[in-house]
């Protein structure tokens, strides 16, 4: 069944650096378009990075360009995220999401938690 399983979440001081891991299994993760999100409580969901399917390019919000980048490895069915500069305002819970556009579906990892904190 289609399994979007992420990780490296956890707890980092202001100025730190985690990356975040996503491997997808059950589907065709390279016709997939990739992104994380993140969500605080009370908050939209909002988009974090994207990246295309084989091609790779990548899009940021910009909140987060310059510190963290999305990339992708199609051979592990893999997407992540390194976070760097990290600060405060980052804490949230990141969701790791598939798209494709083609077959009007979207697939949702479980989320994992980030917090920035002194």
């Known amino acids: 069944q289609v399994q979007l399983v992420e990780s490296g979440g956890g707890l980092v001081q202001p100025g730190g650096s985690l990356r975040l891991s996503c491997v997808a299994s059950?589907?065709?993760?390279?016709?997939?378009?990739m992104s994380w999100y993140r969500q605080t409580p009370g908050k939209e969901r909002e988009l974090v990075a994207s990246?295309?399917?084989?091609?790779?390019?990548?899009n940021y919000a910009d909140s987060v360009k310059g510190r963290f980048t999305i990339s992708r490895d199609n051979a592990k069915n893999t997407v992540y995220l390194q976070m760097n500069s990290l600060k405060p305002e980052d804490t949230a819970v990141y969701y790791c999401?598939?798209?494709?556009?083609?077959?009007?579906?979207?697939?949702w990892g479980q989320g994992t938690q980030v917090t920035v904190s002194s």
């Open positions: 990246i295309t399917t084989t091609v790779g390019s990548a």
């Open positions: 059950g589907f065709s993760f390279s016709s997939y378009a």
């Open positions: 999401n598939a798209r494709s556009r083609v077959l009007y579906t979207n697939y």
